[in-house]
DNA sequence: GCGATTTATGCACGTTTATGCACGATTGGC
DNA sequence: GCCAATCGTGCATAAACGTGCATAAATCGC
């Protein structure tokens, strides 16, 4: 009885303490604010539901932004699932295209299913994207250059923008943090979103291979919205209510098979 | 007892032990975390399920990017001579520089080798040796693009020239096919060897290290001569003749240390 | 002002999760 | 081919969890 605090309060004074500590147990939090845990889990459920923390048993953690973990990183997460969108989104691509390989974790493992001897124009705005297309003999590879943006994994600056404008792709492979079928498809950093939009609009297909964490969620900055230009590719498992909402709304959708062909 | 740790946290502890070491055995870290090593099995099995890992026989490894390219795999070849040149090399940079890295599997030991943290401006027209420094949150990157040419691995074209012509930068490291006192430094290809060229004249002073193959051969195309700008790294067992012969042209010379430090 | 509605909280309940232990199967060195 | 270390599975248990409901305070409508 001796504190009460507002609800508001105690939830910053939760988060002072993740920021502080690291970690927060609910079990002290609520011995620590007198109040019973069922409180405490509830606090901590809204605040993971808002993004502000992880929510895990026993307590919570601080969000590491996925920005935060490399590239190379985010490859590791969830390889299978990415490989079966990838299986699928690669089979669009046709020799003698040209196709634009935007960043990001899904498109790394397109480029690596990419046939050997497939005759095609690639351009990739990505170091580890092209280090892995140099293995195959087929592919014509053109780089952009620039400042690369750490984050992102890739060159996104006015530079490489330039650049990106003198493209007309057939094919552009986007990467993207968020899909909604209201909100379209959208991005973390506002650089990027910049850039991707930009690409997309040159290009005549849109391709996006989608992993079913990212459905129906949308980051900060817009890309561009779906349209019949879209290509989206789901895993197997993902929710059909998605898909016809992007079907509604013009766009191709394509299931991923299982884990293993 | 000291602490108990979340699940969570467990596993996160666990995968930078993993990257740190290279390898966890499983005894060991349930000894560590006081937790029973069954537990500890299933958080490894998890994470081995989720790619994070990879499971043996007594504990884990860590996952290895499967991306080998002909680079790569040059950089495989005699890699402990190469590191130990790089070793020396890497240690001419410094503090606030604006560096350039060539091509070369020589350099790429030597991106490898750049202290995380250092605080450089890095350049180059190799996306191989651009992922590597991707990893260094001290290193601004930035990338030269254009058509990549499959043969040198890294972007060399008239576009990557006329991006070139904007640099000066402090220290230029240079891949090279032969080295010679009066041929001077030589490439295989023509184009690598303009590029080569025009970089070299833009930088204040040329890095290049040496295998000791190449000591006293000539490729078909001249890049520039061995002049007082130019710092040779040898190995430790380079003939004395090439030595002197490289320093009564103005050179200096740096002698690595053997293969391991 | 006073009833209606919303909001925050606690409690009771059944469910899920994390963990350790027992036991039989598998592995790998010798 | 043996033996100990390591492994996976099934099971038990306690802690943590979510949900539905009750209560009390705050807010709103009139």
Redesign the interface.
Known sequence: MSSDLLLRERKTLIQERLKANG?V?AADLAAELNVSEDTIRRDLREMAAAGLC?R????A?PVVPAAHS???ER??????RKAALARTAVGLIKPGMTVFLDAGSTNLAIA?LIEPELQVTIVTNT??I???L??K?GV?????????N?AV?A?ISAR?QR?AELLRPDLCFLGTCGADAEAGLTAIYFEDAEFKRLVALRSRRLVVAITSDKLGTAAAHAIVGIDERAVLVLEADAPAAHRTAFEAAGAEVLMAGGPER
Chains 1, 2 share one sequence.
């Open positions: 970690r147990l992880e895990v048993y026993g307590g953690l490399s590239l190379s490859v590791a997460m969830a390889p299978e690596q170091p580890l092209a280090a892995a140099m293995e003999p014509d590879l053109i780089l952009l250059g620039g400042p690369l750490r994994g060159a490489a650049d």
